[in-house]
């Protein structure tokens, strides 16, 4: 009996043991890609310059004036902010979709299934729209209230008494998310000026990226995600049964809620900066998933860094493939993603729902 | 290799003398193809015009035939009486029950009619001419060839006499420069995303006639530019078109203001010029305005600044 016990707590110390290094090595992955799309772009820059630049940037920046204003500007200005944009973006999708489909209980939630996406994506197409007087800066504002608002319909759409059941939620985000998209497509084709830069906003682009854009988007990020990593054990527990997660003393309903708005904020944070990118927040996690298992507590960290490193080699192709134009990130990674994904579903044909 | 380039030479030479027996035997109207391509057919003199573009309209106007002009686009504000035209849609969304109500017997296109509208508008029956010119002579040849199908070639002849005369004022001062002389020079369209023109548009042609480089030549038509690329190039001009209906002016403010443009030498010198998006985005005859404000940016020393 006692031997026995010892046993299972090895085995989950083992577990946790190797969770802690998967985590490790995934956070080296993730350095390591950052530095290389540093070094990456349409201009040659030589590596031990860009080292340079960056050490000389971060620890005494005085010393940054000895290399050319040009290179300073291309490294700090212009790839350093885009490829931390990137990053934080990827994380941030990844971590959302991951926390959805925990919540939802269902494989397919992620942000376009909740409306959220479509609700950001009008809110800032009808900010293209508004008269030029409205400084831009209130786009991605516009982005974010509008998917608040709309999670908050299919919130209150779905309700039913004092519960959030399933099924209703995901039938109310799909008809809110059509709707919204309707008039999203409407706005669009009744302008014929601004076309071109609402078509690649829907796509997804980081090429504003610029650090003003960063520090702004930053805090909602790390808050909606600080949230939501808090919640791996309630979504452990509430991958079991709603109601035996009642038992075991969660408040399902309010959990729920806290997840759902914690995932709205990130998701929208992320959309509004730099358009609706798919793909990762349904990809990331069911890789994550199918190599590391079901625990949120690693998985959604796992995710978190996938993400980041996913979306940061998305858009170092995205801007280095056709160089000197560009291509929308957004078709990067649902030409990386779709097929990454059919392969992983390939491998590992067995449930792991 | 070498063999390979002089045969496509000579090919390229065929081709050019066939275009111009084409261009003189006018007794044979069906050789002469639109931009788009599509074979022009002879018929009489067009009466009942509509025109798909705001530039089709200047041209119609600089040729005095506004009278038979009986619809346009809501984009058509110059000249100002344009805008009294009866409407037949925006520019991409064309209301083809009006205009097939308006029973035009020519209808002026665009490249963007070019997958829906045209070919639909021809299947009914209806006459469609394409015009879409990428060099300031294609523009010329296109108000030339517009002057004929309606039947008005010496009042086209006058202006295109005018126009080229014009053209030839500037180009022969800007000809004869060498590319050092030429400055680095870069469009922009669009701030968010960075849009530039690249080549094989008007705007590259009238770029080059007017004495500049495109640094945007590597990129095909209007598309985005890397912010990196386009530091990486350092403009010495910058040219930004503006709309006039607009108030806020943000691509400018991000030329003018953005940190990190002001490492390109068009800034850190003052050079970044505004110039009226209309002139240049349209191939009507207002281009060759378009054509002298640019040469006077790039070149202050030898051309002064012209009158709009």
């Known amino acids: ?343 992983l579903l390939h491998q590992k044909k067995k449930a792991v729902f | 290799m070498s063999n390979a380039s002089s045969r496509s030479f000579i090919y390229a030479a065929l081709a050019a003398v066939l275009c111009v027996c084409a261009c003189t035997s006018s007794g044979s109207p069906a050789e002469f193809r639109d931009d788009s391509g599509n074979i022009i057919t002879s018929a009489p003199p067009a009466e009942r015009i509509i025109s798909l573009a705001p530039a089709n309209t200047e041209i119609i106007y600089a040729l005095g035939l506004q009278d038979r002009l009986i619809g346009v686009t809501e984009f058509c504000n110059y000249p100002p009486a344009a805008k009294d035209k009866p409407k037949v849609g925006g520019f991409s969304t064309v209301d083809i029950e009006k205009a097939v109500a308006l029973k035009p017997d020519l209808v002026l296109a665009a490249e963007i009619h070019n997958k829906s509208v045209t070919p639909q508008l021809q299947k009914m029956g209806f006459r469609v001419v394409s015009l879409h010119p990428k060099t300031v002579q294609g523009v010329i040849q296109d108000i030339a060839l517009t002057g004929r199908l309606c039947g008005a070639d010496a009042a086209a002849a006058t202006l295109t006499a005018d126009l080229q005369k014009r053209v030839d004022a500037v180009t022969t001062i800007t000809s004869g420069l060498a590319s050092d002389q030429r400055p680095r020079t870069l469009l922009v369209i669009w701030n968010d995303p960075l849009m530039v023109a690249g080549k094989s548009t008007l705007i590259d042609d009238i770029m080059r006639m007017a004495g500049g480089t495109n640094i945007a030549s590597q990129i095909n038509g209007f598309a985005s530019m890397n912010l990196e690329s386009i530091i990486s190039a350092d403009p010495q001009v910058i040219i930004v078109p503006t709309s006039m209906d607009e108030k806020g002016d943000p691509l400018w403010d991000f030329i003018t203001t953005d940190p990190r443009m002001s490492n390109t030498s068009a800034v850190k010198n003052g050079r970044v010029y505004k110039i009226e998006g209309d002139l240049i985005y349209r191939h009507s005859p207002r281009c060759i305005t378009a054509l002298e404000q640019t040469a006077s940016f790039l070149h202050p020393n030898l051309f002064s600044k012209p009158g709009q």
């Open chain 1, 1 to 343: 009996m006692e031997t026995a016990l010892k046993t299972e707590l090895d085995l989950y110390r083992a577990r946790a043991q190797r969770g802690r290094l998967l985590l490790m090595l995934a956070a080296l992955v993730l350095v390591g890609v950052g530095l290389l799309a540093v070094t990456a772009g349409s201009t040659a820059i030589p590596f031990q310059d860009i080292l340079a630049i960056l050490q000389a940037r971060i620890f005494a920046p005085e010393r940054a004036d000895a290399y050319s204003a040009i290179y300073n500007t291309i490294i700090w200005d212009i790839r350093l902010p885009r490829v931390i944009m990137a990053g934080f973006t990827g994380a941030a999708l990844a971590v959302a979709g991951a926390a959805y489909q925990g919540m939802f209980r269902n494989p397919l939630a992620d942000p376009y299934l909740t409306g959220v996406s479509q609700g950001a994506a009008l809110g800032a197409v009808a900010g293209f729209m508004l008269p030029a007087a409205v400084p831009a800066a209130l786009v991605p504002v516009l982005a974010f209230l509008g998917a608040i608002l709309s999670v908050a319909a299919v919130y209150s759409i779905a309700r039913t008494g004092r519960t959030l059941p399933v099924t209703t939620l995901i039938l109310g985000g799909v008809a809110v998310g059509a709707f919204l998209a309707s008039i999203t497509s409407y706005l669009i084709i009744i302008s014929d000026e601004k076309v071109h830069g609402i078509v690649f906003w829907l796509l997804g682009t980081f090429s504003l990226a610029d650090w003003w854009r960063v520090a702004v988007m930053i805090p909602y990020i790390f808050a909606g995600v600080t949230v939501l990593l808090l919640m791996a054990r309630p979504l452990n527990v509430m991958q079991l049964d709603e109601e035996q997660a009642e038992q075991l003393g969660i408040n399902v309903e309010r959990t729920k809620l806290i997840i759902l708005v914690a995932a709205t904020l990130t998701t929208a944070a992320a959309v509004c900066f730099c358009g609706a990118i798919g793909f990762v927040g349904i990809i990331i996690p069911h890789a994550v998933r199918m190599t590391c298992g079901p625990d949120y507590r690693l998985l959604l960290p796992m995710s978190l860094l996938g993400g980041a490193a996913f979306l940061i080699l998305a858009d170092t192709a995205a801007r280095t493939i056709m160089a000197p134009t560009e291509i929308p990130v957004g078709i990067i990674t649902a030409i990386i993603g779709a097929p990454f994904f059919l392969y």
